[in-house]
T-cell receptor
Framework: KAGVTQTPRYLIKTRGQQVTLSCSPISGHRSVSWYQQTPGQGLQFLFEYFSETQRNKGNFPGRFSGRQFSNSRSEMNVSTLELGDSALYLC????????????FGSGTRLTVV | AQKITQTQPGMFVQEKEAVTLDCTYDTSDQSYGLFWYKQPSSGEMIFLIYQGSYDEQNATEGRYSLNFQKARKSANLVISASQLGDSAMYFCAMREGTGANSKLTFGKGITLSVRP
């Protein structure tokens, strides 16, 4: 079966712009979580969505937001981009309770210039 | 305090030898899960192995095994018969809580280089 699909793979944006990243989970997985990976901070949890509802949120400013659609696909949005937002953004899909494991996509590498 | 600690500097191993990657964790939960992921230079996080806190047996998945020592709060990954393709970053992660409050907390990762 198809894995977790993240689009786009690479993105270059200018400071102050906004960006939307997309994540399509594994069929049957209803939970989608997002992580930011930077060399300095490592992997940090952004938020998790289940059944179109955000049910857990990490310690990120309000510029970071997300949503989930009825088909479980999820988007995350970053507004007013800053240089420090340059990172690899990974999404993971899982069964509702986290279950056996989280399956990650290949990530979107965002560069803010 | 860090929840997941991976303190080894870059690790090197000879092809076909075994290697152990260390991970210690900190939690007050009784129910938690421990994961190891591999991240090659492409960026994708590849699931390797899982150990539940109530599992009495150490988890194994092919060449990967998890040396789970609950009292010491350690969950070391053992890779047997290393292959060149094992060269990558390796992350230990912990899931605490269940349902709405569960999330993964990652360690800083360890770089493994396999020498031919």
């Amino acid at each position: 079966k198809a894995g977790v699909t993240q689009t786009p793979r690479y993105l270059i944006k200018t400071r102050g712009q906004q960006v939307t990243l997309s994540c399509s989970p594994i069929s049957g997985h209803r939970s989608v979580s997002w992580y930011q990976q930077t060399p300095g901070q490592g992997l940090q949890f952004l938020f998790e969505y289940f059944s179109e509802t955000q049910r857990n949120k990490g310690n990120f400013p309000g510029r970071f937001s997300g949503r989930q659609f009825s088909n479980s696909r999820s988007e995350m949005n970053v507004s007013t981009l800053e240089l420090g937002d340059s990172a690899l953004y990974l999404c993971a899909s899982s069964l509702p309770l986290g279950g056996y494991g989280y399956t990650f996509g290949s990530g979107t590498r965002l560069t803010v210039v | 305090a860090q929840k997941i600690t991976q303190t080894q500097p870059g690790m090197f191993v000879q092809e076909k030898e075994a290697v152990t990657l260390d991970c210690t964790y900190d939690t007050s939960d009784q129910s938690y899960g421990l994961f190891w992921y591999k991240q090659p230079s492409s960026g994708e996080m590849i699931f390797l192995i899982y150990q539940g806190s109530y599992d009495e047996q150490n988890a194994t998945e092919g060449r990967y095994s998890l040396n789970f020592q609950k009292a010491r709060k350690s969950a070391n990954l053992v890779i047997s018969a290393s292959q060149l393709g094992d060269s990558a970053m390796y992350f230990c992660a912990m899931r605490e809580g269940t349902g709405a409050n569960s999330k993964l907390t990652f360690g800083k990762g360890i770089t493994l280089s396999v020498r031919p």
